[in-house]
């Protein structure tokens, strides 16, 4: 079954130091998407990815942050200059379309876990 | 906003007995559903999605839901929970191009 990968599993980084987080989403899926879990609490909304573009962003994803699809398979997250509350897991999702349509579902891949020391 | 809410941290429940984690919904229109299953140090899996039609949806590992829009709520239920199940289970809905999740339940079943 195909499945959402993520790399790395654990990563761990000076504050104020750059890092890309890197996911390959399931191969036929158009939609992509960032998400992230702080330890102890909810899964959050980052961003949304579409035709190259971005297609919504919660107040979380600010100018640190931004995504790119550099080529055909992988989608990347990119944090400038990490902080101390940016330790968290990170969550690549895809989907083969809009939320609505019977192909709807976000599959998620296994997380990065980012730690910033 | 659309939201949902999971009122419960924590369900414990007996091997082969029934379970339910509650999941309540707040959502202007109508509202697209969603669990998630998250085993320890795992990625979020999909269980079961609610879009329209049926009201009780069914899904992965045996698990259903019932859509109710009278309460706005959408549990999730299991009429024979495995000690396998335990994990962490999140209710989420659509805004937009996002899924908002819930705060998750913690579902313990023990043997």
């Known amino acids: ?18 890092v890309i987080l ?7 899926h158009l939609y992509f998407y960032w998400y992230r879990q702080i330890l102890g609490q909810k899964v959050e909304f ?5 035709n190259n573009e971005i297609s919504e962003k919660s107040e979380i994803f600010d100018d640190q942050f931004s995504v790119e699809r550099p080529d055909g398979s992988n989608f990347t997250l990119k944090i400038r200059s990490t902080k ?3 330790s968290a897991m990170y969550f690549c999702a895809s989907s083969e379309a ?20 | 906003a659309q939201s949902v809410a999971q009122p419960e941290d924590q369900v414990n429940v007996a091997e082969g007995n029934p379970l339910t984690v509650k999941c309540t919904y707040s959502v ?4 697209y559903l969603f669990w998630y299953v998250q085993y320890p140090n795992r990625g979020l899996q999909f269980l079961l999605k609610y879009i329209t039609g049926d009201n009780l949806v069914k899904g992965s ?5 019932e859509f109710n829009k009278s309460q706005t709520s959408f549990h999730l239920k299991k009429p024979s929970a495995l000690v396998s199940d335990s994990a962490l289970y999140f209710c989420a809905v659509n805004s937009g191009y996002a899924l908002n999740f819930g705060k998750g339940t913690s579902l313990l079943v023990t043997p």
């Open chain 1, 1 to 18: 079954e195909p499945e959402v990968t993520q790399t790395p599993s654990h990563q761990v980084t000076q504050m104020g130091q750059e």
């Open chain 1, 22 to 28: 890197r996911c390959v989403p399931i191969s036929n």
């Open chain 1, 46 to 50: 980052l961003v949304s990815f579409y």
């Open chain 1, 84 to 86: 101390l509350e940016d």
């Open chain 1, 98 to 117: 809009l939320l609505g349509s019977a192909t709807s579902s976000q599959y998620f891949g296994p997380g990065t876990r980012l730690l910033v020391l």
């Open chain 2, 28 to 31: 202007s229109g109508n509202p």
């Open chain 2, 61 to 65: 590992y045996g698990f259903e839901a």
